[in-house]
């Protein structure tokens, strides 16, 4: 089983739409979470970082934790065409990141 | 500002061949990492060095050799290149590998075909 989980997609929206990206994880030990966004041909970069459980909000995007299901989010309020994109989680474990697999998103303008 | 360089960016190799690949870092930062990133498998972490000097495997070392140059390079050898190498080749730092909250900054890869 992977460290990390995540739904590949892609999803598609239409522009000014809520986008709900989601990822789960398998070792509870730590608690360190972080969101990337990866442009094509480019490498990830880092969006958001959570720790434990809760919302931490940053403009257009917030990320949630809930530790009892092992599940993490991150939300997009009124997407635009620029953030089409794959977006990465990944989990702070034993000195190493743990990245899921990514979600392509494409937001339609 | 540079951040994290990585050449080449593109490379063919045959079976068998050997190459490394070159990563450079202008932050200070004192960890960098390599990974590997496939279709429907994400990033994985092939070799980490967590300071100038040391270096550790990561999830999928086997084929692998770096050496942590000094504290802005750490340089990828594949010694005998196979096709199941072929992937696009993530280097990375960051500040310390212990504080979970550092995030890391990516270049932006190298794509090896070998075949």
């Known amino acids: 089983q992977k460290e990390v989980e995540q739904d590949p997609g892609p999803l598609s929206v239409p522009e000014g739409a809520i986008v709900s990206l989601n990822c789960t994880y398998s070792n509870s030990a730590f608690q360190y979470f972080m969101w990337y966004r990866q442009y094509s041909r480019k490498g990830p970069e880092l969006l958001m970082y959570t720790y434990s459980s809760g919302n931490k909000e940053d403009g257009r995007f917030t990320a949630q934790v809930d530790k009892s299901s092992k599940y993490i989010s991150l939300f997009i309020r009124d997407s635009q065409p620029s953030d089409s994109a794959t977006y990465l989680c990944?989990?702070?474990?034993?000195?190493?990141?743990?990245f899921g697999s990514g979600t392509k998103l494409n937001v339609k303008p | 500002n540079a951040g994290v360089t990585q050449t080449p960016k593109f490379q063919v190799l045959k079976t068998g061949q050997s190459m490394t690949l070159q990563c450079a870092q202008d932050?200070?930062?004192?960890?960098m990492y390599w990974y590997r990133q496939d279709p429907g498998m994400g990033l994985r972490l092939i070799y980490y060095?967590?300071?100038?000097?040391?270096?550790d495997k990561g999830e999928v070392p086997n084929g692998y050799n770096v050496s942590r140059l000094n504290k802005r390079e750490f340089s990828l050898r594949l010694e005998s290149a196979a096709p199941s190498q072929t992937s696009v080749y993530f280097c990375a730092s960051s500040e310390v590998v212990h504080i979970s909250n550092q995030p890391q900054h990516f270049g932006d890869g190298t794509r090896l075909s070998i075949l």
């Open positions: 990944a989990q702070y474990n034993f000195n190493k990141f743990y």
């Open positions: 060095s967590a300071s100038e000097g040391t270096t």
């Open positions: 932050m200070n930062h004192n960890s």
